[in-house]
């Protein structure tokens, strides 16, 4: 490891978009930089849809930490998980290290920061998870992936084998910006890009069905904006179910309210909840696990230690909590290393404000809904300036012309080029052919 004598030692645990901001504000500054990830990489996660989709490959919207990081001489990225804390000594401490008795290390800090994120919340009820993966990580970009486009071959096979078209649908459990994107997204596959490939069924007669609990979809979203995605949505053949609270999940079907529907795959994308080192903070935190932290983004007793991004939980003026996006985290980031600037130089540290720069969903093609300030758009407009957002922010110039290309290439085309079934065919098969003796439920 590099020699970073007498620097003050900040460690910061995640590579998302609040970890790399953070690591950046520092590079190159008297300090040293410990960057600690459970992935050699960075997803940017707002396009994972889109790898769960088959119109983008995974290595498109995920780059090298290391990579983005190398021109920083005084920042070293560890490849290893987290798995506690010693506050009071300073202490983080990771998994599989060989020279250590009990197979575990500890790396020292001066100042800490903590961004590793969120994961799926199935609120209590984990057994759903196999059943219905949400959508976190490039890992459950591909498995959605595989689920999807195996729906498709498993019903022409069957349809070979039996002259039977049995029925085909999707449930997306959830009406947020990840369920809306997913609904469109695999409304396009059985409507457009699959279309012409099957010679035994009708892709475009598969059911596409998004349940939300709440009384509109894009809640986060002014009322009149939601209004326009509802009806994007149902153009595009989505069925859109409002008030829909789904109480169980089981292979092949899930039950809404007191009504059991069949479905071929299911998709989760509601719930969440922050990353379990919240709580090995010894810090308060709210229901979904975020640490309450103080104005300047520190946790209680300990003004070395600091949580950013969806594992903070912070309040703006309107007494609502800072949102958990991309944004947030990085203005987050932005906060913390200027606070341990000015701790170095023996300023007063400043408090967090965030900056609600808007928000924004695609639905499809020439299909999207913004919300900037006052301003809101819908349509082709608010899709075009989705496109341009997410290229500016995407990490890595060879990404940004890759995607852009793969855009172009879908828009004109209306083709997937990334339609690829990965893993165990055989044990998918296996996991969807119990299906076939559940009985079948109308709505």
């Known amino acids: 490891m590099r020699n970073f004598k007498e620097k003050p030692k900040v ?27 459970r992935k050699n990489h960075h997803t940017f996660q707002p396009l994972l849809y889109q790898v769960a989709t088959a119109v983008l490959s995974p290595g498109e919207i995920a780059s090298p930490i290391r990579r983005i990081l190398h021109r920083y001489k005084n920042i070293e990225v560890i490849l290893g998980e987290v798995t506690d804390f010693d506050l009071n000594r300073k202490a983080v401490k990771i998994n599989a290290c060989p020279e250590s008795d009990d197979n575990r290390c500890e790396i020292f800090f001066d100042y800490l920061i903590v961004a590793a994120g969120a994961k799926h919340s199935y609120f209590g009820h984990e057994d759903w998870e196999e059943l219905a993966p949400g959508l976190k990580t490039l890992e459950d970009a591909l498995e959605i992936r595989r689920r999807l486009l195996f729906v498709f071959e498993l019903a022409e096979r069957e349809a070979l084998l039996t002259g039977i078209q049995k029925p085909i649908s999707f449930a997306i459990i959830g009406g ?11 409304a396009g596959i059985a409507r457009r890009a699959l279309a012409k490939d099957f010679k035994l069924i009708d892709t475009t007669k598969a059911r596409v069905m998004l349940f939300e609990g709440a009384s509109r979809i894009l809640s986060s979203f002014d009322e009149t904006l939601s209004q326009k995605a509802k009806k994007q949505l149902e153009d595009l053949g989505v069925e859109v179910y409002l008030n829909s609270f789904v109480k169980a999940v089981e292979r092949g079907r899930i039950l809404v309210n007191d009504e059991w529907i069949e479905c071929s795959a299911v998709l989760w994308a509601t719930g969440v909840s922050a990353s379990p080192l919240g709580k090995k903070l010894g810090a308060p935190t709210d229901k979904v696990g975020r640490v ?23 309040k703006m003026d309107n007494g609502n909590p800072v949102p958990g996006v991309a944004p947030a985290a990085i203005q987050m980031a932005q906060t913390v290393a200027e606070n341990i600037i000015r701790d170095q130089k023996g300023k007063e540290r400043k ?30 407009i608010a899709w075009l300036t989705w496109l341009f957002v997410h290229l500016i922010f995407l990490i890595g110039f060879r990404n940004k012309v890759s995607v852009m290309i793969e855009w172009i290439w879908a828009y004109f085309t209306r083709e997937r080029s990334a339609r690829l079934i990965t893993g165990d065919a055989e044990e998918l098969l296996k996991t969807f052919a119990s299906r076939q003796n559940l009985p079948t439920a109308k709505r």
């Open 11 to 37: 460690v910061i645990i995640g590579g998302g978009f609040g970890g790399l901001e953070a690591a950046k504000r520092l590079g190159n500054k008297p300090f040293e930089v410990i960057l600690i990830d």
């Open 176 to 186: 947020g910006p990840t369920g809306v994107e997913l609904a469109g997204a695999v």
């Open 292 to 314: 309450l932290v103080n104005p300047d983004l520190s946790i209680p007793d300990h003004k070395n230690v600091f949580v950013i991004g969806d594992m903070a939980f912070v």
């Open 351 to 380: 408090v967090f404000k965030y900056v609600d720069k808007g928000s924004m969903a695609t639905i499809g093609r020439n299909k999207a809904i913004a919300e900037i300030g006052r301003i809101k758009l819908s349509g082709l």
